[in-house]
């Protein structure tokens, strides 16, 4: 499965012992819930975790209890000694106050045990110890209570704060003062006249997100629906943050609440009749609202997707098979951080990379009548902060992750190449022991070479690796550094098609941002004002590179200043890759000093830190320096973790360096996967480790046939060091075979090189070429004084 499930809680294992144990001493058996034990269920999930239920006894009595999330312990909070059927309960932080709202039972025969005329009874009980009760509201219509649980160090608070949705489309906030009597006994104060305000009204549509104290609702204004969200604080204060038009249809007639605990009163069996509205957020400042219209057809389902921090919005249209394959169920939409899950139990699983949905071909989609589409709970789920899972119908609460095992078992059985892309950053996207997926991203690469056409597999490993490496560390890397290799992607996936559209950005409310917000309205302010191409690219690197090159071939050289500040740079990037492989290396890389290598490196260090420093104001310029380090020395060494693994899986030996010897098969493959390193990071314009050129040049040597090594030189795939030359010269004899070897790859040296490597040969051939050499110098000084 896709997902991996781990059950934080469960009703029937947690709770359900207990109860029965407690029932046990008191005399009365099991049997206070062994014929009501299907009233047990969740009513709520507060912010801090704890777990509020409700069952009844065989008397037909509503017990409510609490259970802690840390102690993992129960806690009887109350209990009304009347045959209600439970709408809603919120519980304080203190656990001092709880909020109930009740109906009258429908069992047939019951008198009315509400107050005459009202349908819907809300309560405020004061149960630390149990005490006073209050109505709050005896209306003739639902009411959905909540209270707001601050995250302040204050405690206990001497203000609590209660919301109630109601049915009739308003939701107001009550202010519930309380004192301390008799030790630590806890009352309302001014119970008679509890201050209250109105907080919004005519909404169609509500959701609390309980962990950052958040209400989304929606307004209908001439028929368009108006997103708007409210922050509650630690005091009473509340703000309205923002407005934003949605493109959806919702009926004026409607009415629909997100995550305000359960209820039995809603008809699970016929979600696929409503559409379905959710909002998602998560720490990096995304904004995403999750939207999917009633089903009208069996033969396809729509679902669309705002991504308010991105600017622009996709809807999908899933083909849902053969005509009698029929949805029983609702579309589910999951919160799982940096992604967004889209779930249709028996038909597919959309997986939606919610930091980069640009191109399809970053998001999974999985379809077909297998376990890959039937990994979840088939009853309705509520989705909460934190990767959590809530289903209603077991009372299980699950924690939800990408399961890597699965997702690497995908990635080695995938055929087609957007899902090869697709899996490998949902892999990559799972930090938790890193060193281990890529040593089995490496695996799968070695064997799959040359598998994928539409990219090339080492490039994107090497750039979207880098990227999670620092993603981390700030939140808006994702705009400034490369997630991808492929910028563009054509190819249709099979069973879903797609329509993108820009969207109106929010309203902002407010001029002061903080925490969450400050980072959503950076992202909309990315959104209006990018640059167009704000992600770094090498292209600077490439011409500075070029040019000083070219100054040392023609002996110029710039200021030894700025040259020794690049090769420093270089210096801190190798000595913090050294820092993370404490091991001995099997291949014989950093033997020797590369400095055009070195060059590579320094001057990336320096134009990378330059860009960051641009864009990440706010942020001290040695933090900005070291993730500058990390980011490129992170890449040299995914390069070094290739070629290990390479290197031990063909079992090679640092005397490959000879070339007096014949190369063997095993040898022929690292030669291979070196060539495809090559050409991976020459079209980016990434560093390769220092000694890479020359231990690929020994080994082209000992491998290829001269023609084929001279073609490989001459169109620059091989790289003519000097080391390699060095030892070339050395270890070869003066056999006709090596002497014709040895003048080919003498006239292709640069002249600095070339007179040095002359040199060295003791041979008439190279004495000739050193005295044309000296006759060419004489001529062209003659020349100059003339």
């Given at each position: 499965?896709?997902?991996?499930?781990?059950?934080?809680?469960?009703?029937?294992?947690?709770?359900?012992?207990?109860?029965?144990?407690?029932?046990?001493?008191?005399?009365?058996?099991?049997?206070?819930?062994?014929?009501?034990?299907?009233?047990?269920?969740?009513?709520?999930?507060?912010?801090?975790?704890?777990?509020?239920?409700?069952?009844?006894?065989?008397?037909?009595?509503?017990?409510?209890?609490?259970?802690?999330?840390?102690?993992?312990?129960?806690?009887?909070?109350?209990?009304?000694?009347?045959?209600?059927?439970?709408?809603?309960?919120?519980?304080?932080?203190?656990?001092?106050?709880?909020?109930?709202?009740?109906?009258?039972?429908?069992?047939?025969?019951?008198?009315?045990?509400?107050?005459?005329?009202?349908?819907?009874?809300?309560?405020?009980?004061?149960?630390?110890?149990?005490?006073?009760?209050?109505?709050?509201?005896?209306?003739?219509?639902?009411?959905?209570?909540?209270?707001?649980?601050?995250?302040?160090?204050?405690?206990?608070?001497?203000?609590?704060?209660?919301?109630?949705?109601?049915?009739?489309?308003?939701?107001?906030?009550?202010?519930?003062?309380?004192?301390?009597?008799?030790?630590?006994?806890?009352?309302?104060?001014?119970?008679?006249?509890?201050?209250?305000?109105?907080?919004?009204?005519?909404?169609?549509?509500?959701?609390?997100?309980?962990?950052?104290?958040?209400?989304?609702?929606?307004?209908?204004?001439?028929?368009?629906?108006?997103?708007?969200?409210?922050?509650?604080?630690?005091?009473?204060?509340?703000?309205?943050?923002?407005?934003?038009?949605?493109?959806?249809?919702?009926?004026?007639?409607?009415?629909?609440?997100?995550?305000?605990?359960?209820?039995?009163?809603?008809?699970?069996?016929?979600?696929?009749?409503?559409?379905?509205?959710?909002?998602?957020?998560?720490?990096?400042?995304?904004?995403?609202?999750?939207?999917?219209?009633?089903?009208?057809?069996?033969?396809?389902?729509?679902?669309?997707?705002?991504?308010?921090?991105?600017?622009?919005?996709?809807?999908?249209?899933?083909?849902?098979?053969?005509?009698?394959?029929?949805?029983?169920?609702?579309?589910?939409?999951?919160?799982?951080?940096?992604?967004?899950?889209?779930?249709?139990?028996?038909?597919?699983?959309?997986?939606?990379?919610?930091?980069?949905?640009?191109?399809?071909?970053?998001?999974?989609?999985?379809?077909?009548?297998?376990?890959?589409?039937?990994?979840?709970?088939?009853?309705?789920?509520?989705?909460?902060?934190?990767?959590?899972?809530?289903?209603?119908?077991?009372?299980?609460?699950?924690?939800?992750?990408?399961?890597?095992?699965?997702?690497?078992?995908?990635?080695w059985d995938a055929r087609l190449d957007w899902e090869k892309m697709a899996v490998l950053h949902c892999v990559l996207s799972c930090r938790q022991d890193t060193r281990f997926l890529e040593a089995k991203i490496i695996q799968w690469i070695s064997e799959n070479i040359s598998a994928c056409h539409s990219f090339d597999?080492?490039?994107?490993?090497?750039?979207?690796?880098?990227?999670?490496?620092?993603?981390?560390?700030?939140?808006?890397?994702?705009?400034?550094?490369?997630?991808?290799?492929?910028?563009?992607?054509?190819?249709?996936?099979?069973?879903?098609?797609?329509?993108?559209?820009?969207?109106?950005?929010?309203?902002?409310?407010?001029?002061?941002?903080?925490?969450?917000?400050?980072?959503?309205?950076?992202?909309?302010?990315?959104?209006?004002?990018?640059?167009?191409?704000?992600?770094?690219?090498?292209?600077?690197?490439?011409?500075?590179?070029?040019?000083?090159?070219?100054?040392?071939?023609?002996?110029?050289?710039?200021?030894?200043?700025?040259?020794?500040?690049?090769?420093?740079?270089?210096?801190?990037?190798?000595?913090?890759?050294?820092?993370?492989?404490?091991?001995?290396?099997?291949?014989?890389?950093?033997?020797?000093?590369?400095?055009?290598?070195?060059?590579?490196?320094?001057?990336?260090?320096?134009?990378?830190?330059?860009?960051?420093?641009?864009?990440?104001?706010?942020?001290?310029?040695?933090?900005?320096?070291?993730?500058?380090?990390?980011?490129?020395?992170?890449?040299?060494?995914?390069?070094?973790?290739?070629?290990?693994?390479?290197?031990?899986?063909?079992?090679?030996?640092?005397?490959?360096?000879?070339?007096?010897?014949?190369?063997?098969?095993?040898?022929?493959?690292?030669?291979?996967?070196?060539?495809?390193?090559?050409?991976?990071?020459?079209?980016?314009?990434?560093?390769?480790?220092?000694?890479?050129?020359?231990?690929?040049?020994?080994?082209?040597?000992?491998?290829?046939?001269?023609?084929?090594?001279?073609?490989?030189?001459?169109?620059?795939?091989?790289?003519?060091?000097?080391?390699?030359?060095?030892?070339?010269?050395?270890?070869?004899?003066?056999?006709?075979?090596?002497?014709?070897?040895?003048?080919?790859?003498?006239?292709?040296?640069?002249?600095?090189?070339?007179?040095?490597?002359?040199?060295?040969?003791?041979?008439?051939?190279?004495?000739?070429?050193?005295?044309?050499?000296?006759?060419?110098?004489?001529?062209?000084?003659?020349?100059?004084?003339?």
């Open positions: 499965m896709a997902l991996r499930l781990a059950a934080d809680f469960d009703l029937r294992k947690d709770v359900l012992p207990g109860l029965r144990a407690a029932a046990g001493a008191r005399g009365g058996g099991a049997g206070i819930l062994e014929n009501n034990y299907e009233s047990l269920r969740v009513l709520n999930v507060e912010r801090n975790g704890n777990i509020i239920y409700t069952y009844k006894d065989d008397k037909g009595n509503v017990f409510f209890g609490l259970f802690d999330c840390h102690t993992r312990q129960n806690e009887h909070l109350y209990t009304f000694e009347k045959d209600l059927q439970v709408v809603s309960c919120s519980v304080n932080r203190e656990r001092t106050l709880l909020a109930a709202s009740l109906v009258q039972s429908t069992k047939e025969g019951r008198r009315n045990e509400l107050q005459p005329g009202s349908k819907c009874l809300t309560l405020l009980v004061e149960i630390h110890p149990v005490n006073n009760v209050k109505v709050l509201k005896a209306v003739d219509s639902y009411i959905w209570v909540q209270f707001l649980h601050p995250h302040v160090e204050s405690n206990p608070l001497p203000e609590n704060h209660l919301l109630l949705i109601s049915e009739e489309k308003y939701i107001e906030q009550f202010h519930i003062q309380v004192i301390q009597e008799d030790g630590n006994g806890v009352v309302i104060k001014n119970s008679g006249r509890l201050p209250r305000e109105r907080v919004a009204e005519d909404f169609v549509w509500a959701q609390w997100d309980t962990s950052e104290q958040r209400l989304y609702y929606v307004e209908l204004k001439k028929s368009r629906s108006i997103l708007k969200c409210i922050q509650f604080y630690a005091d009473e204060n509340f703000n309205l943050m923002f407005e934003a038009p949605l493109d959806i249809a919702l009926s004026d007639s409607g009415f629909n609440l997100v995550n305000f605990g359960c209820t039995d009163l809603q008809d699970q069996e016929k979600f696929s009749e409503h559409p379905t509205l959710c909002v998602f957020t998560n720490h990096t400042g995304s904004l995403c609202v999750c939207y999917s219209p009633k089903l009208d057809s069996w033969e396809q389902i729509t679902y669309s997707v705002f991504y308010f921090h991105k600017g622009h919005s996709k809807t999908f249209t899933a083909a849902l098979g053969s005509a009698d394959s029929r949805v029983t169920k609702g579309i589910t939409f999951l919160n799982l951080d940096y992604f967004v899950a889209v779930y249709l139990p028996g038909h597919f699983f959309h997986l939606l990379n919610i930091q980069h949905p640009d191109l399809v071909c970053h998001s999974l989609f999985l379809t077909g009548n297998n376990e890959v589409v039937d990994m979840l709970p088939h009853g309705p789920l509520q989705s909460l902060s934190g990767s959590l899972i809530l289903d209603w119908c077991s009372g299980r609460l699950y924690r939800a992750d990408l399961n890597r095992s699965y997702l690497l078992e995908f990635l597999l080492i490039q994107e490993f090497i750039i979207a690796s880098s990227y999670w490496s620092i993603y981390p560390e700030t939140g808006n890397m994702d705009k400034l550094l490369p997630y991808s290799s492929v910028l563009t992607w054509n190819t249709e996936i099979p069973g879903i098609t797609l329509v993108t559209e820009e969207i109106a950005l929010p309203l902002m409310r407010v001029h002061s941002f903080k925490g969450y917000w400050e980072k959503l309205h950076s992202n909309l302010e990315y959104v209006k004002y990018s640059e167009p191409h704000s992600h770094y690219s090498n292209s600077v690197v490439r011409r500075e590179w070029h040019s000083l090159i070219s100054e040392e071939k023609t002996g110029k050289r710039r200021s030894m200043a700025y040259v020794r500040n690049i090769l420093d740079n270089a210096i801190k990037v190798i000595s913090k890759l050294e820092a993370r492989h404490l091991e001995p290396r099997l291949t014989p890389l950093f033997q020797e000093e590369d400095n055009h290598q070195r060059l590579l490196v320094g001057l990336m260090v320096s134009e990378l830190k330059d860009h960051l420093l641009r864009h990440l104001r706010g942020v001290e310029k040695k933090r900005i320096e070291q993730m500058v380090l990390d980011y490129i020395s992170k890449q040299l060494d995914l390069i070094c973790q290739i070629l290990e693994a390479s290197w031990r899986k063909h079992n090679l030996h640092p005397w490959i360096f000879h070339f007096n010897r014949r190369a063997s098969a095993a040898e022929f493959a690292v030669f291979h996967i070196m060539t495809r390193i090559l050409e991976a990071t020459h079209s980016l314009f990434l560093p390769l480790p220092p000694g890479f050129h020359t231990l690929h040049t020994v080994l082209g040597v000992r491998c290829l046939p001269l023609h084929n090594l001279l073609h490989y030189i001459d169109n620059g795939v091989l790289l003519l060091t000097e080391t390699a030359v060095t030892r070339l010269m050395k270890d070869l004899d003066n056999t006709e075979k090596s002497e014709k070897l040895k003048f080919s790859i003498i006239v292709r040296l640069p002249p600095l090189i070339g007179q040095k490597i002359c040199r060295l040969w003791d041979h008439p051939m190279s004495s000739n070429i050193i005295s044309r050499n000296h006759v060419k110098r004489l001529l062209q000084d003659y020349k100059k004084q003339l």
